[in-house]
């Protein structure tokens, strides 16, 4: 009977698709919808109390090219990111391979490594708010034991923004310490024997033997940091608010302010779209390029 | 981004339409308030809608509490976007114009009726009514309203051998007393300034205070031109800047807005330019005789008001506009404007409050208080255009870029006006 070949047939396929339809449908209604209907209202101007949104094309894409605001922020992020990610990668890589190893009280260390990560950004955010507090906040109460002036470490233009860096690497290195804490524990032992056999020292069997074997660790993580790092936006709002003049505006920030402050959706549209454009480049860039490069064959 | 979180608000309005019960006999209506001031102001406002229902049983008030000015003002438009708005709101009143360019408010003249009503609109300080009409239209109720005042503190005066009851009454004496007020240690550091004015947040209300007090004015009252280039406004940025750098009396870059009460407290700085709204604040804290003075003068006296007013929403029923505009009447009679000026500090909005019993013995006891309302004469309209936010955040910029070093003071003031002349352009 053709008909119930024709079931037999079919069943897989719609029990497949039923298992799939619970993250589907919450992926279509809270990932695919939001990024087209961004697009679609970037294309189009803002509406204002009686005027409905209008067709302009690439108006507001055009009126990015001429806000500093925007410039600046986009300059920030790769300051802000260049400045973060090597830095976090670095120190989580030293942190793992030092509670890797056979030290008293390493469980304790482990777990003081991996606190920050545990806590709420901005209950962070407000710790790090009064530790540079000019005049009150704790830097300045210690460096004034050694007689040198107040800093006013948020308020000025120059170390605002690696203020926020300090703040950033602080709190993400713990989290990335366990990516490599868990490759370093699932690496064989014996690799590291044979090259102890072979006579290499400890510094040759880090760079030649497990450098490389975490290279897709290191990948996974550099990945998550560069997002990470172009989705900051709750450290700015708690702590500096963007300014001293723009100096520590964000580009998600500068969104946040478009699109909540000054209610101009269809920019705001427009330049999540760029951001959205940004993050997929570099997500794919860095996996399509970097992950040729990071097996060990 | 946007979008998505525009969609939960939606989702979220949606449940709460759903969640709520048809309507009872009583009018219910939403309050939405912020704090912008020390003291315990959660308690008194629900102390105060306790009272207008005890008297008016058939409304229902939900008061709100929603942060700052800022916080408030973004709730209550996503709120109204996701069909949700509030009945009745406390803004500032520099957002009157961005709030009838989204089209939320009503204005009061419709609801006002009766003669009593009519006379009401015109019962407060013109100083706080030009920030509330515009158009021939009262828009905004004067509510908690504030102006810039000196504080000083008299025993760094006596200290520095100057006349603890005289405070500098203009620009040029604030510099010299500034400059014998500032201590320094035997390493150079600075123990106490002479003056501070606070340059973060909001730095564009208390450089109205200097541009006012140099005669001029940064907007007209349409709100579609800016005059942020003008030579005048360059000299009064100039005066700030020279007090940090050149006569180094001032504490350089930005000073945090929060924590100048604390220095003063702290007696890290002897003189210091801050809100009326801090006076039970400062009255509390200071742990020395202090002395509250107007501002000093350059060509004139005077300071831009603050604060927020009461609006009201479009998108309220009769009934509940009805309810709203009985509830703002009823928080701004004599005695209960007295009252929240002597409870916060605030000035209180209206002239026949100052003549309540009340209010009299507060003063009496208490003279600093009538300072700000002295003022009041010589007090202009906030800084306040279409689209406030962004034309108000191009002149914080060039302020702080001017303050932190970044720019000299003209270019700053021109690269100002430039970008607030590219967001009005289409209002004009």
């Known amino acids: ?297 | 981004m946007t979008v998505r979180r525009g969609l939960r608000t939606t989702l979220f309005a949606a449940a709460m339409a759903l969640t709520a019960l048809p309507a009872a006999a009583a009018t219910k209506i939403s309050f939405y308030y912020p704090v912008a001031v020390g003291g315990p102001i959660t308690k008194l406002i629900d102390d105060y809608v306790a009272g207008f229902e005890k008297e008016n049983p058939d409304v229902d008030i939900e008061p709100v509490y929603s942060g700052s000015y800022q916080d408030t003002i973004t709730k209550v438009l996503t709120a109204m976007k996701g069909g949700n708005a509030p009945q009745v709101a406390v803004i500032l009143s520099t957002d009157m114009f961005t709030l009838i360019d989204e089209d939320a408010i009503v204005p009061f003249d419709g609801m006002a009726k009766t003669p009593e009503d009519k006379a009401f609109l015109s019962a407060f300080y013109p100083a706080f009514m030009e920030n509330s009409q515009t158009g021939g239209k009262t828009w905004g109720i004067p509510f908690q309203r504030s102006t810039i005042v000196m504080y000083w503190n008299k025993d760094a005066f006596k200290e520095a051998s100057l006349d603890p009851e005289k405070p500098p009454r203009s620009w040029d004496e604030m510099a010299q007393m500034a400059a014998k007020l500032t201590k320094r240690d035997a390493g150079g550091n600075v123990t106490q300034w002479g003056v501070q004015i606070p340059s973060s947040g909001f730095p564009y209300w208390l450089f109205q205070a200097l541009t006012t007090e140099n005669g001029a004015k940064l907007m007209n009252e349409a709100g579609t031109e800016t005059y942020y280039d003008k030579p005048e406004v360059v000299e009064a940025l100039q005066y700030w800047i020279d007090l940090a750098s050149k006569q180094k009396v001032h504490p350089p870059g930005i000073v945090e807005w929060g924590t100048t009460p604390k220095d003063f407290f702290e007696r890290k700085v002897a003189m210091m330019w801050t809100t009326t709204g801090n006076l039970t604040n400062v009255r509390k804290n200071a742990a020395f005789p202090f002395g509250v003075a107007m501002l000093p003068e350059k060509k004139r006296g005077g300071s831009p008001t603050g604060g927020g007013n009461f609006y009201v929403f479009k998108s309220a029923s009769p009934e509940q506009q009805d309810a709203a505009f009985r509830f703002v009447k009823w928080m701004t009679t004599p005695e209960r404007a007295a009252q929240w000026g002597i409870d916060t500090g605030y000035v209180a909005v209206r002239p026949d409050a100052w003549e309540t019993s009340a209010m009299k013995a507060y003063v009496a006891d208490f003279p600093a208080a009538a300072v700000a309302r002295d003022q009041l004469p010589q007090a202009t309209a906030e800084l306040s255009t279409h689209e406030n936010q962004r034309v108000t955040k191009a002149l914080n910029d060039g302020l702080q870029a001017a303050l932190t070093g970044g720019k000299p003071a003209k270019q700053a003031m021109e690269d100002a006006q430039k970008e607030a002349d590219r967001i009005l352009k289409a209002y004009r």
């Open chain 1, 1 to 297: 009977m053709p008909d119930r070949r024709l079931g037999s047939q079919l069943a897989p396929h719609v029990h497949g698709w039923l298992l799939l339809l619970p993250a589907v449908a919450l992926l279509a209604a809270f990932t695919y919808f939001p990024a087209v209907a961004a697009l679609w209202s970037s294309l189009h101007s803002t509406p204002k109390g009686a005027r409905p949104a209008r067709f302009v094309g690439l108006d507001q894409y055009a009126a990015m090219v001429d806000d500093p605001v925007f410039w600046q922020s986009l300059w920030n992020n790769v300051l802000f990111a260049l400045g973060t990610v090597p830095l976090s990668v670095a120190i989580a890589l030293l942190m793992a391979l030092w509670v890797n190893g056979r030290i008293r009280g390493r469980t304790a260390l482990r777990m003081a490594y991996f606190t920050p990560t545990m806590l709420p950004m901005i209950a962070v955010a407000n710790i790090w708010l009064f530790f540079y507090t000019p005049g009150y906040g704790l830097i300045d109460q210690v460096l004034g034991l050694f007689g040198l002036p107040d800093t006013n470490w948020l308020g000025s233009p120059a170390t605002a923004l690696p203020a926020l860096m300090v703040v950033t690497v602080w709190k993400e290195a713990g989290f990335f310490m366990i990516f490599y804490l868990a490759a370093l524990q699932a690496m064989p032992p014996s690799l590291r024997e044979a090259a102890m056999l072979e006579g290499a020292g400890r510094w040759c069997i880090f760079r030649r033997v497990t450098l490389p074997l975490l290279m897709p660790t290191t990948l996974f993580v550099l990945v998550n940091a560069v997002i990470n790092a172009f989705r900051t936006v709750d450290l700015v709002v708690v702590m500096t608010r963007g300014g001293p003049d723009n100096a520590t505006a964000l580009l998600l920030y500068h969104i946040y302010e478009v699109g909540f402050r000054y209610w101009d959706t269809g920019y705001a549209a427009a330049l999540t779209t760029v951001l959205v454009v940004i993050l997929v480049v570099l997500a794919i860039g860095q996996f399509v390029y970097l992950d040729r490069k990071v097996h060990y064959r």
